[in-house]
T-cell receptor, first 113, second 114 residues
């Protein structure tokens, strides 16, 4: 069974451009989470979907970030326009239930230059 | 608010030596405790977790951790490390009503030398 898949694995964009990250959760997992790690610091929660609904988006840094999960399957995280401080590794995780183990993807390394 | 402190950013150790990775947390409410590992070019993998019960928790790959409520600690230990244990280790907590909303520490890079 495929795990959580994220792509691209790496992305280098210029400041002011738009980037869209994608996460495909494990099939059947209703819960999807986005996290990011900036500059080797701690990994921080961004938001949590239950199916297509945003359960908790308290970690979204500002309105330049837009997360969607149309149809309750894969999710996208768009950054528009990207700023230098958005550089980091963006992780996605999914779980079957809210209280069952979450499985993480390999992450997308975003570099804004 | 919840916070997790991993005091050691890097820990070098020789193969077959014991290792302890330290983790302290702060929370005004009950939490669950986790250790995750990230091997090079891979995602985060759950090593072990403490939810309740025995304070000594055994995980995969011979790792164990002990929950100490009075010291608000959850240190990770392994009696004898292997080269393959070279990775970055993350301590995390979550609230009991939101299992997978983690508050992570800044990570500890374990470098096992031959």
């Amino acid at each position: 069974e495929a795990g959580v898949t994220q792509f691209p694995s790496h992305s280098v964009i210029e400041k002011g451009q738009t980037v869209t990250l994608r996460c495909d959760p494990i099939s059947g997992h209703d819960n999807l989470y986005w996290y990011r790690r900036v500059m080797g610091k701690e990994i921080k929660f961004l938001l949590h979907f239950v199916k297509e609904s945003k359960q908790d988006e308290s970690g979204m840094p500002n309105n330049r970030f837009l997360a969607e999960r149309t149809g309750g399957t894969y999710s996208t995280l768009k950054v528009q326009p990207a700023e230098l401080e958005d550089s980091g590794v963006y992780f996605c995780a999914s779980s079957e239930q809210m209280n069952t183990e979450a499985f993480f993807g390999q992450g997308t390394r975003l570099t804004v230059v | 608010a919840q916070s997790v402190t991993q005091l050691d950013s890097q820990v070098p150790v020789f193969e077959e030596a014991p290792v302890e990775l330290r983790c302290n947390y702060s929370s005004s409410v009950s939490v669950y405790l986790f250790w995750y590992v990230q091997y090079p070019n891979q995602g985060l993998q759950l090593l072990l977790k403490y939810l309740s019960g025995s304070t000594l928790v055994k995980g995969i790959n011979g790792f164990e951790a002990e929950f100490n409520k009075s010291q608000t600690s959850f240190h990770l230990r392994k009696p004898s490390v292997h080269i393959s244990d070279t990775a970055e280790y993350f301590c995390a907590v979550s609230l009991t009503y939101n299992f997978n909303k983690f508050y992570f520490g800044s990570g500890t890079k374990l470098n096992v030398k031959p």
